[in-house]
């Protein structure tokens, strides 16, 4: 099944079957600033994905305040399609104890606000406000500007989440991917 040249497995699927093996992978690490509060087989990667995903969550976290003695939570849930197969992908469900799909409606909320305010300084207020205060958003604008998430020939950036239409990389994202990601985000290496 394709749709705008993306698979329904995020990206095609044939690639995982001829690594059968899950050895050498680890659980996604926790930083400094941010912990993983889901159980390690949530998400099995590998070393270089591990890396990657800990570079980009640990400058999110210091970005957003946390540190060494007050850490941010991260929740992974399992993936099963593409990169998920071969430990190159993770899908986080939640921030900071609370879920991408409620930080999202939160968004929206905040937009919706701001639109209805006819006062301009109470409108900034809202529009200055949700971009500092919303884990789940700037959780996705960090890892879309610290990660290097894979790019296979002829397939969007591998990162995908409730925000991927209004903020990119890949903002003709369709619908019926767009709406698989509405509770999560998907990083693929
Ligand atoms: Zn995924």
């Known amino acids: 099944m394709r749709d705008n040249g ?6 095609g699927s044939e690639y995982g079957s001829e690594y059968g093996s899950r050895c050498g ?16 087989a949530n998400a099995m990667v590998t070393r270089e994905f591990a890396d990657e995903l800990r570079g980009a969550l640990e400058r999110f976290a210091i970005e957003a305040g946390f540190d060494g003695r007050r850490t941010v939570a991260i929740f992974f849930k399992p993936g099963v399609f593409g990169h998920h197969q071969l430990g190159r992908a993770a899908d986080v469900y939640a921030v900071g104890g609370v879920g991408i799909d409620q930080w999202k409606r939160r968004w929206d909320d905040a937009c919706m606000r701001a639109a209805r305010t006819a006062d301009p300084a109470a409108r900034q207020v809202v529009t200055k406000t ?3 205060t919303n884990l789940g958003w700037r959780l996705y604008k960090a890892l879309q500007r610290y990660g290097r998430w894979a790019q ?5 950036i591998q990162l995908f989440g409730p925000w991927t239409r209004a903020e990119g990389p890949w903002k003709y994202i369709s619908d019926r991917l767009l709406r698989a990601h509405h509770d999560h985000i998907h990083v693929a290496k």
Do not use: W
Not at 6 to 11: K, T
Not at 27 to 40: D, E, F, K, L, N
């Open 6 to 11: 993306v698979s329904n497995s995020e990206y």
């Open 25 to 40: 992978l680890i659980p996604a690490p926790s930083g400094r600033a941010y912990r993983v509060s889901s159980p390690a």
């Open 130 to 132: 949700e971009p500092v």
């Open 152 to 156: 296979p020939y002829g397939y969007p």
